[in-house]
């Protein structure tokens, strides 16, 4: 059973381009989050979606930044005009629902954006 | 706002040392508390949780009490092995109002065990 895939494992990107990351969750996970990892910092919650909503995105920059899960395919979170603050670890985790027992979340590996 | 402070790597240890990674964290009403590893190119594996004040979480040797008077979570082994190097996640989740589990993680600490 494949956990969670992120994908591209590292990212480079220039200042003002497009970043697009990609999470597929765990088979039988109807539920998605992201995480930031800034440099000597611990992840910070971004955004929590099910399929084809966004529940809560109180983590995420007003700016730039959004996120979606589509009923086909893998969630993406989109960064538009990159900056060199946007440098980071993106961390994407799913869960089976948002109820208590079945609601541990499983991480993906990340992905390593570098904006140069 | 919620937070989780560990103790800062990276800590280096002989192999079947003793281990303590201190955390402690700042929370509103009563959040679950987790210990996450993450091994070199993989994401997050939760390693131990406890639901409820003096709860004790343990797996793979590693044990943690949550500690409501203290407000600490500190991951103990009594004897690690190389295996076990890691960076080591210290969290609590707490549930919002959009009836989610909303993580809050401490900045990791890195574990290396030498032979």
């Known amino acids: 059973n494949a956990g969670v895939m992120q994908n591209p494992r590292h990212l480079v990107r220039r200042r003002g381009q497009e970043a697009r990351l990609r999470c597929s969750p765990m088979?039988?996970?109807?539920?998605v989050y992201w995480y930031r990892q800034l440099p000597e910092e611990g992840l910070k919650f971004m955004v929590y979606l099910q399929k084809e909503n966004i529940i809560d995105e109180s983590g995420m920059p007003k700016e730039r930044f959004s996120a979606e899960f589509p009923k086909e395919g893998p969630s993406i979170l989109r960064i538009q005009q990159v900056v060199r603050g946007d440098s980071a670890a993106y961390f994407c985790?799913?869960?089976?629902?948002?109820?208590?027992?079945?609601?541990?979340?499983?991480f993906g590996p990340g992905t390593r954006l570098t904006v140069l | 706002g919620n937070s989780v402070t560990q103790m800062e790597g990276p800590v280096t240890l002989s192999e079947e040392a003793f281990l303590t990674i201190n955390c402690t964290y700042t929370a509103t009403g009563y959040p679950s508390l987790f210990w996450y590893v993450q091994y070199p190119g993989e994401g997050l594996q939760l390693l131990l949780k406890a639901t409820k004040a003096d709860d004790k979480g343990s797996n793979k040797g590693f044990e943690a009490t949550y500690r409501k008077e203290t407000t600490s979570f500190h991951l103990e082994k009594g004897s690690v092995q190389v295996s076990d190097s890691a960076v080591y996640f210290c969290a609590l989740s707490d549930r919002t109002n959009f009836g989610n589990e909303k993580l809050t993680f401490g900045t990791g600490t890195r574990l290396t065990i030498i032979p």
């Open positions: 088979k039988g996970h109807s539920h």
């Open positions: 985790a799913s869960s089976r629902s948002g109820l208590a027992e079945y609601n541990e979340q499983f």
